[in-house]
C-alpha cells in the first residue's frame, strides 16, 4: 500500500505558487496575471495625463494662460506612454506651430513675434494633447468639464457683482457692462460661448452620468447669463445663433449644416474685404447701445490690415507684428485677417485646412457630428469675425473635443454588444484599426 500510495503522489505534478501570488476561496492558488505590474504602471500614467490634460484646459478658460495651458499639454503627451498615431489634422496642427515659429527668422520684432508665435503653439498643443489622451468618453467629460468649470466660474462672478446692491439698478441696463477685474471683458464673453456650445455637445453623450448631465444643463442658463452681462455684442448675436442652430438642426440637420458650412467661411473672408460691410454697420447700429461699442473702428482696422496682407501675401510680416505698426496698436479684430498678417497665406490655409479636416470628417461620421459640427461653426462665426479669437485656447479646445465627440457617442451607443467590433469606414483623411467597442476606448 505504502509504494501505491507513493506512486500515485509521485504521478502528481508540483504546484508552486509564484511570489506574490494570491489564494482564491477553498485553498485554490490564483496565479497573477503576466503584466499586470505594467498594467497598473500605464494606468497610473494616463490618469496622470489626463489630470495635466484637466489643468491645461481649466486655464484655457484664463486669459494670458498660455504658458501653462503649453507645459501641462506637453507634459500630458510625454506621460500618457502611448506613442501618437497622428491624423492629417494633427500633422496640420504641427505645420501651423512650426510655421509661427518659423517667422521670427523675417520679422521686425523678434520679441514680439516669439511671444504670440508661442500662444500659437499652445493652442496647437493643447489640441494636439486632447486628441492623444481624450479617448474614452470619461476623459472627454473629464477634459470638457474643466474648461467649463473654469468659464461658469467666471460667470457666477458676474451674476454675483450684477444681484449686489450696485448692480441690481443696472443688471437689465445694456448700456453698462459686467466684467472681472485684470480680464478683458470680450475675452470672458467669448470664453463663455464657447463653453455653452462645448456643454451642448458634451450631453450628446449617451449613458453618461445623470450628475454630470445636471451639472452640464444647470451649466448652461449660468453660462448664458455671463453672456448677457458681459454685453459683448459679437458672444450676444454668437449664443442667440447657437441657441436657433440648436434648435432647427434638430428638424432638418443637414440643411443647416450645409447652410452653416456654405456661409460662414464666406462672410469670414469676404465681409473684412469690404463686401456686405453696409449692412453690417446696419445690423450693429440696432443692437445695442452705441455705449457697448461700434464696428466703426474694426472696419478701418480691416483696410489697414488687408493692405498690410497684400505687402506680404505669402508669409506675414510675423506674428503678432501687425499690432506693434498700425496707429491703433491693436490686432485686424478678424481671424481671418489676423492669421493673414501673421501667418501669410501659407499660415492662412494651414489653419483653414485644419478646420475644415475636423469638421467635414466629423460632419460626415453620423448625425450627431454633424449638428455638432455646425454649432461649433455658427456659435464662433460671430466672435471670429469681429473679435480677437484666432489664438486663444478656448476655441481649438473645443475643436479637439468636438472632433472626438462623434466617436465616443457611437461608442457609448452600442455599448453591451462586446462581440463586435466597431470599424468607421474610410473617409477622406482615413480611419485607425478597430478597436472593441467593450474596451471602451476610440482612437481618433
Known amino acids: 500500500m505504502t509504494s501505491q500510495f507513493r506512486s500515485q503522489l509521485g504521478s502528481r505534478s508540483p504546484v508552486s505558487p509564484r511570489i506574490g501570488a494570491g489564494s482564491a476561496p477553498g485553498g485554490a492558488v490564483a496565479a497573477t496575471p503576466a503584466g499586470s505590474g505594467q498594467r497598473g504602471w500605464r494606468t497610473t500614467a494616463t490618469t496622470l495625463a489626463v489630470g495635466l490634460l484637466c489643468v491645461a484646459a481649466y486655464q484655457a478658460s484664463s486669459a494670458n494662460a498660455w504658458l501653462i495651458v503649453l507645459a501641462a499639454s506637453a507634459a500630458a503627451i510625454l506621460v500618457s506612454c502611448r506613442i501618437p498615431r497622428p491624423r492629417l489634422p494633427d500633422v496640420l496642427a504641427v505645420a501651423v506651430a512650426a510655421w509661427a515659429q518659423l517667422t521670427v527668422l ?55 457683482e450684477a444681484r449686489g446692491p450696485g448692480g441690481r439698478a443696472s443688471a437689465m441696463d445694456m448700456a453698462v457692462r459686467f466684467g472681472i477685474e485684470g480680464t478683458n471683458i470680450n475675452f470672458t464673453a467669448y470664453s463663455s460661448v464657447t463653453a455653452f456650445v462645448l456643454a451642448l455637445g458634451l450631453l450628446k453623450i449617451r449613458a453618461q452620468p445623470r450628475l454630470v448631465r445636471i451639472g452640464l444643463t444647470v451649466a448652461l442658463p449660468v ?154 461653426l455658427v456659435g464662433g462665426f460671430p466672435i471670429w469675425l469681429t473679435g480677437v479669437w484666432e489664438f486663444e485656447r478656448g476655441p481649438w479646445l473645443a475643436l479637439a473635443l468636438l472632433s472626438m465627440l462623434p466617436v465616443q457617442v457611437a461608442a457609448r451607443r452600442m455599448e453591451g454588444e462586446p462581440a463586435r467590433r466597431v470599424t468607421r469606414p474610410p473617409g477622406r483623411f482615413g480611419a ?13
Open 432 to 444: 485607425r484599426p478597430p478597436v472593441p467597442v467593450a474596451s471602451g476606448t476610440v482612437s481618433n
Open 223 to 376: 453660462l448664458a447669463s455671463g453672456v448677457f452681462l458681459n454685453r459683448t455684442k459679437g458672444a450676444l448675436v454668437a449664443l442667440l445663433l447657437v441657441v436657433v442652430y440648436a434648435l432647427l438642426s434638430e428638424l432638418i440637420p443637414r440643411a443647416m449644416w450645409v447652410a452653416a458650412a456654405a456661409v460662414v467661411p464666406t462672410l469670414l473672408l469676404t465681409v473684412p474685404l469690404g463686401l456686405g460691410q453696409s449692412a453690417l454697420r446696419w445690423a450693429d447700429g440696432t443692437i445695442g447701445s452705441a455705449a457697448t461699442g461700434d464696428v466703426l473702428s474694426r472696419v478701418e482696422m480691416w483696410r489697414y490690415a488687408s493692405s498690410y496682407w497684400w505687402d506680404a501675401l505669402w508669409v506675414g510680416g510675423g506674428a503678432g507684428i501687425f499690432e506693434l505698426g498700425n496707429p491703433l496698436g491693436i490686432r485686424p479684430h478678424n481671424a481671418v485677417l489676423a492669421v493673414a498678417v501673421d501667418l501669410g497665406l501659407v499660415g492662412l490655409l494651414g489653419v483653414a485646412a485644419l478646420f475644415a479636416a475636423v469638421l467635414a470628417t466629423r460632419a460626415a461620421q453620423c448625425p450627431v457630428g454633424l449638428r455638432i459640427a455646425g454649432l461649433f
Open 106 to 160: 523675417w520679422t521686425s520684432d523678434v520679441a514680439q513675434t516669439r511671444s504670440v508665435a508661442l500662444a500659437y503653439t499652445s493652442a496647437c498643443v493643447l489640441f494636439l494633447a486632447v486628441r492623444h489622451v481624450a479617448t474614452t468618453p470619461g476623459r472627454l467629460l473629464a477634459v470638457g468639464g474643466s474648461y467649463i468649470v473654469g468659464c461658469a466660474i467666471a460667470a457666477w462672478h458676474l451674476i454675483i
